[in-house]
């Protein structure tokens, strides 16, 4: 498997099984229907869990262009590799999308509050302010890129002889953003990942839903600009400290 497939791969299972835990809690009549915050910050820990054992040993799992820019921002991937990894994990997360729509076609049509079937696809803050949401989401990557380099020394690189996170260290990047979503999560809904939240939305634009509203690109920049912001601050703090 090549880190372009890797990353393809491991970004959709991402986005299928965690953005799959909120379609289960906001759609109607689904068996997970009003579950809660907990639910939702537990299932996207499991989702990240997945996806980082299924890609680490061929791509690194980055499965996030915050990541990716950071890991080259550090030196620890060569820039030339930045474009795919990130047309990979867009990729992957457009398709991760579109398979939830698949599962839950049904309940999104049966849905009759658009801004819910959105929430479904891509993040939205609780309170809508520009600076605040940019800023939260700049510190939720701050701190899970600025952790991951600590899990992984920084060497997460296309290679299967570096030390990667595997399925022992896929765990304490799970659990890091379980914590990410519970401390930090209730402001933006903590995207902490340009294509987690880009991809999907792109994909509720284009796929067919009743009462389907429109997919708030006013918003849409923050989710992107906030996390790489996040995650290129986190390397130059890290490689000031090394």
Known sequence: MTAFIAELIGTGTLILLGNGVVANVVLTDTKGQNSGWIVI???WALAVY???????PFSGAHLNPAVTIAMATAGNLPWSSVLPYIVAQMLGAMIGAFL????????????????????????????RDNLPNLISELIGTFVLVFTVFYITGGEIVESKTKIGLGSIGALPVALLVWSIGLSLGGTTGYAINPARDLGPRIMHFLLPMKNKRDSN???????VLGPVLGGVLA????????
């Open 50 to 56: 997945v996806g980082v054992v299924i890609a680490t």
């Open 235 to 242: 390397a130059l703090v890290y490689t000031g400290f090394k």
């Open 217 to 223: 690109w006013g918003y849409a920049w923050i989710p």
């Open 100 to 127: 939830v729509w698949v599962v839950y076609r049904d309940h999104f049509n049966r849905t009759v509050d658009a801004t819910l079937q959105l929430g479904a696809f891509s993040t939205m803050p609780a309170i």
């Open 41 to 43: 910050t537990t299932g």
